[in-house]
């Protein structure tokens, strides 16, 4: 069983940076597919950012490729997500998951992958 408790989000202007991060509880966190999703008002949850450690890979959306970037520690058991040049159109709340890293090649952007998701934390990015 792994718990994930996000932090980090808040409000910031335009053309800001927020740093999320994800606490996990449990064992092998390194073994685990981790990942961000997000999730606007009145939309579907859609794929951000994922990391694998073995090998070391990493997928972005397009959207926020260039801007965002996500990063683990292991010995913290801590994932992150490093957001900049904000727009209000990333706003919505964002969810931290853990999956098996088997079929990440496959699979690596899709929730199904993940089996354990934590609560959001909001992410407000004003005009």
């Known amino acids: 069983q792994v718990q994930l408790v996000e932090s980090g989000g808040g409000l910031v202007q335009a053309g800001g940076s927020l740093r999320l991060s994800c606490a996990a509880s449990?064992?092998?966190?390194?073994?685990?597919?981790m990942a961000w999703f997000r999730q606007a008002p009145g939309k579907e949850r859609e794929f951000v950012a994922a990391?694998?450690?073995?090998?070391?890979?990493?997928e972005y959306a397009d959207s926020v490729k260039g801007r965002f970037t996500i990063s683990r520690d292991n010995a913290k058991n801590t994932v992150y997500l490093q957001m900049n040049s904000l727009q209000p159109e990333n706003t919505a709340v964002y969810y931290c998951?853990?999956?098996?890293?088997?079929?990440?090649?496959?699979?690596?952007?899709?929730?199904?992958?993940?089996?354990?998701w934590g609560q959001g934390t909001q992410v407000t990015v004003s005009s």
């Open positions: 998951a853990a999956g098996g890293a088997r079929y990440f090649s496959n699979y690596g952007t899709l929730p199904r992958l993940y089996n354990y």
């Open positions: 449990g064992r092998s966190f390194s073994s685990y597919a």
């Open positions: 990391i694998i450690w073995h090998p070391l890979r990493t």
